[in-house]
């Protein structure tokens, strides 16, 4: 299991949030923590958002990136990874 | 100037000819402004075939399709055929009326949140909430679907909007999309590999077509002379009769293809996403294999199979870089004996039509430049398997979302496309019945599609299943209730006849050939006729099921 943060800037456009939140659900990341303010100008918001899966960190980072709205993708930290523990 | 009359002029401006759809009340104002619009607007009979037919318009053409509905009803009709855009990376815009703003969230009559349900199935979507962002939103769709990995793009148009009157000002900034640079180290190391590899196979995939980059491949192919692997969409990349074209690969690929992808050494992908019913098991997919990925889009590369080397960007300009003579003798002659030693038999017992050499038959007789668009199931595995195409644009088939129904639409589509093209529709008996209404469209505009419907009074390709992977527990795939399709379809005035036994298959084929106008011939086959050879569900692609004695 991998938990990372992702910094991203998007265009304060029509559903630009559930867009990203929308790709984060369908590739199967679950989302930790999430933070998400208008720039001052009001025509960016910035996301900051901590997810895990069991899939590699580019699978998610990749799509987010294709979204027509997002103009900035980071990785912030290192990546966390745990074994799967049995319960 | 309306609103929507703005909207009718930005398309003519876009280039768009003709729009697949359907009226109703939020759309009014378009279908008002389209009535002094030199494009021509299609009535289907059902939204979803607007949108499936703007699909089949765009896969033939390379342009952008267009489909137009009301909201609420109209609109959630569409989704399938967005959907299925989306799965094959298809250039649709699909325009949506909407309830006035003031009406929106009050779940008003006929109010849908189309850009909410579609979400997950586009490329991009907009909603118009201000008259000022018409002219850059329409202008941006058309761009953003056609642009790096097509897909479909929706706008969804409230009334009030559409009714605004206002100064419209045409969009006209043109953005360049900067597809990524080639890396030269990456080059230089995917031409190593190529070098070094004494087992090589193309991986052709449907975005070779769709990036305009025949030419560059076919080069590419004639100067390293790799064997050739299609999937689905990537079938007349080369023409599937070029020597080095060993098939389909994957679930219903041939023998000759899935072996040479189990034993190669080096894959080369291009324009392809190692779908699963192309890999088989991931996992047992390629196992000795280095892979060199191309393909604009970065999010397929490494998605599901580690490229070694991955060349993202334009495919004309990558596959130049790498054309290069290879020494690779001794495989392709093992390839192509492997080829040879499992090609197609076309001699099966009985006396019952076999659809495999009724579309053998249909493909030498229908010339090589006749585009078929197949519906979804066992015949679409058979034409997949049995028709020969030149080129990727004539072979129209729902890959990523199996859409039955799908067939019939795509086939108005692209006789539409081209008027004078012979337009054959394969289908089967439950597919035909998921867009039967479309039998209207046909004869409304008397567009000549030839449709051969294959019946075995079942859902075949679950049957088949469940007789080898469930026992022969048959669930629900029974249809020997099927209504008379000779009479339906002569009803819908559509000349129609049956075909019963193989010795009329040839009688058949040339009069279903030489109907100047539609026609379709309903071909009956066995109820228990399967599609072979077969992977089964979770086996790798070196385990292919051959035909099982009964």
Same mark, same amino acid.
């Given at each position: 299991? $991998?938990?990372?943060?992702?910094? &991203?800037?998007? *265009?304060?456009?029509?559903? /630009?949030?559930?867009?990203?939140?929308?790709?984060? !659900?369908?590739?199967?990341?679950?989302?930790?923590?999430?933070?998400?303010?208008? $720039?001052?100008?009001?025509?960016? &918001?910035?996301? *900051?958002?901590?997810?895990? /899966?069991?899939?590699?960190?580019?699978?998610?980072? !990749?799509?987010?990136?294709?979204?027509?709205?997002?103009?900035?993708?980071?990785?912030?930290?290192?990546?966390?990874?745990?074994?799967?523990?049995?319960? | 100037?309306?609103?929507?009359?703005?909207?009718?002029?930005?398309?003519?401006?876009?280039?768009?000819?003709?729009?697949?759809?359907?009226?109703?009340?939020?759309?009014?104002?378009?279908?008002?402004?389209?009535?002094?619009?030199?494009?021509?607007?299609?009535?289907?009979?059902?939204?979803?075939?607007?949108?499936?037919?703007?699909?089949?318009?765009?896969?033939?053409?390379?342009?952008?399709?267009?489909?137009?509905?009301?909201?609420?009803?109209?609109?959630?009709?569409?989704?399938?055929?967005?959907?299925?855009?989306?799965?094959?990376?298809?250039?649709?815009?699909?325009?949506?009326?909407?309830?006035?703003?003031?009406?929106?969230?009050?779940?008003?009559?006929?109010?849908?949140?189309?850009?909410?349900?579609?979400?997950?199935?586009?490329?991009?979507?907009?909603?118009?909430?201000?008259?000022?962002?018409?002219?850059?939103?329409?202008?941006?769709?058309?761009?953003?679907?056609?642009?790096?990995?097509?897909?479909?793009?929706?706008?969804?148009?409230?009334?009030?909007?559409?009714?605004?009157?206002?100064?419209?000002?045409?969009?006209?900034?043109?953005?360049?999309?900067?597809?990524?640079?080639?890396?030269?180290?990456?080059?230089?190391?995917?031409?190593?590999?190529?070098?070094?590899?004494?087992?090589?196979?193309?991986?052709?995939?449907?975005?070779?077509?769709?990036?305009?980059?025949?030419?560059?491949?076919?080069?590419?192919?004639?100067?390293?002379?790799?064997?050739?692997?299609?999937?689905?969409?990537?079938?007349?990349?080369?023409?599937?009769?070029?020597?080095?074209?060993?098939?389909?690969?994957?679930?219903?690929?041939?023998?000759?293809?899935?072996?040479?992808?189990?034993?190669?050494?080096?894959?080369?992908?291009?324009?392809?996403?190692?779908?699963?019913?192309?890999?088989?098991?991931?996992?047992?997919?390629?196992?000795?294999?280095?892979?060199?990925?191309?393909?604009?889009?970065?999010?397929?590369?490494?998605?599901?199979?580690?490229?070694?080397?991955?060349?993202?960007?334009?495919?004309?300009?990558?596959?130049?870089?790498?054309?290069?003579?290879?020494?690779?003798?001794?495989?392709?002659?093992?390839?192509?004996?492997?080829?040879?030693?499992?090609?197609?038999?076309?001699?099966?017992?009985?006396?019952?039509?076999?659809?495999?050499?009724?579309?053998?038959?249909?493909?030498?007789?229908?010339?090589?430049?006749?585009?078929?668009?197949?519906?979804?199931?066992?015949?679409?595995?058979?034409?997949?398997?049995?028709?020969?195409?030149?080129?990727?644009?004539?072979?129209?088939?729902?890959?990523?979302?199996?859409?039955?129904?799908?067939?019939?639409?795509?086939?108005?589509?692209?006789?539409?496309?081209?008027?004078?093209?012979?337009?054959?529709?394969?289908?089967?008996?439950?597919?035909?019945?998921?867009?039967?209404?479309?039998?209207?469209?046909?004869?409304?505009?008397?567009?000549?599609?030839?449709?051969?419907?294959?019946?075995?009074?079942?859902?075949?390709?679950?049957?088949?299943?469940?007789?080898?992977?469930?026992?022969?527990?048959?669930?629900?795939?029974?249809?020997?209730?099927?209504?008379?399709?000779?009479?339906?379809?002569?009803?819908?005035?559509?000349?129609?006849?049956?075909?019963?036994?193989?010795?009329?298959?040839?009688?058949?084929?040339?009069?279903?050939?030489?109907?100047?106008?539609?026609?379709?011939?309903?071909?009956?086959?066995?109820?228990?006729?399967?599609?072979?050879?077969?992977?089964?569900?979770?086996?790798?692609?070196?385990?292919?099921?051959?035909?099982?004695?009964?």
């Amino acid at each position: 299991m $991998t938990t990372f943060t992702l910094q &991203l800037r998007v *265009k304060q456009s029509e559903g /630009a949030l559930v867009r990203v939140l929308g790709v984060t !659900r369908r590739r199967r990341f679950d989302l930790l923590h999430l933070t998400a303010n208008a $720039t001052e100008d009001g025509n960016f &918001l910035d996301i *900051k958002m901590t997810v895990k /899966a069991d899939r590699a960190e580019h699978t998610l980072v !990749r799509q987010i990136e294709k979204l027509e709205d997002v103009s900035r993708v980071e990785i912030l930290g290192p990546t966390k990874t745990e074994h799967a523990r049995a319960i | 100037m309306k609103g929507a009359q703005f909207l009718v002029k930005a398309l003519e401006r876009e280039g768009v000819e003709i729009i697949f759809g359907y009226p109703g009340g939020a759309i009014m104002p378009v279908y008002d402004a389209l009535l002094d619009s030199k494009i021509r607007h299609i009535l289907v009979r059902h939204e979803q075939a607007a949108a499936l037919a703007a699909d089949g318009y765009a896969r033939a053409t390379g342009r952008v399709g267009v489909c137009m509905a009301t909201s609420g009803p109209g609109a959630t009709n569409l989704v399938t055929g967005i959907a299925n855009a989306y799965m094959d990376s298809v250039p649709v815009v699909a325009i949506t009326g909407q309830v006035a703003t003031s009406l929106m969230g009050t779940d008003a009559f006929q109010e849908v949140d189309i850009f909410g349900i579609t979400l997950p199935v586009v490329k991009h979507s907009f909603l118009v909430n201000t008259a000022a962002e018409l002219p850059r939103i329409v202008h941006e769709a058309f761009r953003i679907a056609r642009s790096g990995r097509p897909g479909p793009v929706l706008i969804d148009l409230p009334k009030d909007i559409a009714n605004t009157i206002a100064d419209f000002e045409f969009h006209d900034v043109t953005e360049t999309s900067a597809a990524p640079e080639l890396h030269d180290p990456s080059i230089a190391r995917a031409i190593e590999l190529m070098r070094e590899s004494r087992s090589p196979v193309v991986y052709a995939g449907g975005g070779i077509g769709m990036a305009g980059a025949l030419a560059e491949f076919r080069k590419f192919i004639d100067a390293t002379r790799i064997p050739v692997v299609a999937t689905l969409k990537g079938l007349g990349s080369i023409p599937t009769t070029h020597e080095l074209a060993l098939g389909m690969m994957g679930m219903h690929g041939t023998k000759a293809a899935n072996h040479a992808v189990q034993a190669c050494d080096l894959l080369i992908c291009v324009g392809a996403r190692f779908d699963d019913r192309a890999t088989g098991r991931l996992n047992a997919f390629a196992p000795h294999a280095k892979v060199i990925h191309l393909d604009v889009d970065p999010a397929e590369v490494s998605k599901l199979r580690r490229a070694d080397v991955p060349l993202i960007g334009n495919l004309r300009a990558t596959l130049s870089a790498l054309a290069c003579p290879l020494d690779i003798e001794p495989w392709r002659r093992e390839c192509l004996a492997a080829k040879e030693t499992h090609a197609w038999d076309y001699d099966a017992p009985g006396s019952e039509v076999y659809a495999p050499g009724f579309l053998k038959t249909l493909s030498d007789r229908a010339g090589k430049h006749c585009i078929v668009a197949s519906d979804v199931g066992q015949h679409q595995m058979w034409v997949a398997q049995h028709f020969h195409f030149n080129n990727p644009a004539q072979h129209l088939s729902s890959g990523g979302l199996g859409t039955m129904g799908f067939g019939l639409p795509a086939a108005i589509g692209a006789q539409f496309a081209f008027p004078d093209a012979c337009v054959i529709n394969v289908s089967g008996d439950g597919s035909i019945m998921m867009n039967l209404q479309e039998l209207a469209t046909l004869r409304r505009y008397d567009l000549p599609v030839k449709i051969v419907l294959f019946d075995n009074r079942a859902l075949g390709m679950v049957r088949q299943w469940q007789e080898l992977f469930h026992d022969k527990r048959y669930s629900e795939v029974d249809l020997s209730d099927n209504p008379d399709f000779v009479r339906v379809a002569e009803s819908m005035g559509i000349p129609s006849f049956r075909v019963e036994n193989r010795r009329d298959v040839s009688s058949a084929i040339d009069r279903l050939l030489a109907e100047p106008g539609p026609v379709l011939a309903h071909v009956l086959i066995h109820q228990e006729a399967n599609v072979w050879p077969i992977v089964g569900p979770g086996k790798s692609n070196s385990e292919m099921l051959d035909e099982v004695a009964r």
